[in-house]
């Protein structure tokens, strides 16, 4: 059975910084496509970061330059650094995984199947 756990959300303040974490279990982690998600309050799940399992990355425009998505095969985690956060920012974060996702679809909620249970991010002014 798959499981994704994430941890490392938190408040801070603009201009701040966290790292998530997402631990994986249940499947072949190093050749799975994962993916960053998030969901603010009376909006829809929005694509955050990607990476597939040749490490190729992909971004949401709003978080290019300050966010970078990483993974550690050994560990089976998937790590999102953000970095100059912004009240924008402030959501509900997910990690998602598939066996494989086109790479026209990276940032199509439907294209993953398998969810963590998210930790929430919040930013302020």
């Known amino acids: 059975q798959v499981q994704l756990v994430e941890s490392g959300g938190g408040s801070v303040e603009a201009g701040g910084s966290l790292r998530l974490s997402c631990v994986a279990s249940g499947y072949t982690w190093s050749s799975w496509c994962l993916a960053w998600f998030r969901q603010a309050p009376g909006k829809g799940r929005e694509a955050v970061a990607h990476i597939d399992s040749d490490g190729n990355v992909n971004y949401a425009d709003s978080v290019k330059g300050r966010f970078t998505i990483s993974k550690d095969n050994a560990k089976n985690t998937l790590y999102l650094q953000m970095d100059s956060l912004t009240p924008e920012d402030t959501a509900m974060y997910y990690c998602?995984?598939?066996?494989?996702?086109?790479?026209?679809?990276?940032?199509?909620?439907?294209?993953?199947?398998?969810w963590g249970q998210g930790t929430q991010v919040t930013v302020s002014s």
């Open positions: 998602a995984a598939d066996a494989w996702v086109a790479p026209s679809r990276w940032a199509d909620v439907s294209a993953y199947m398998y």
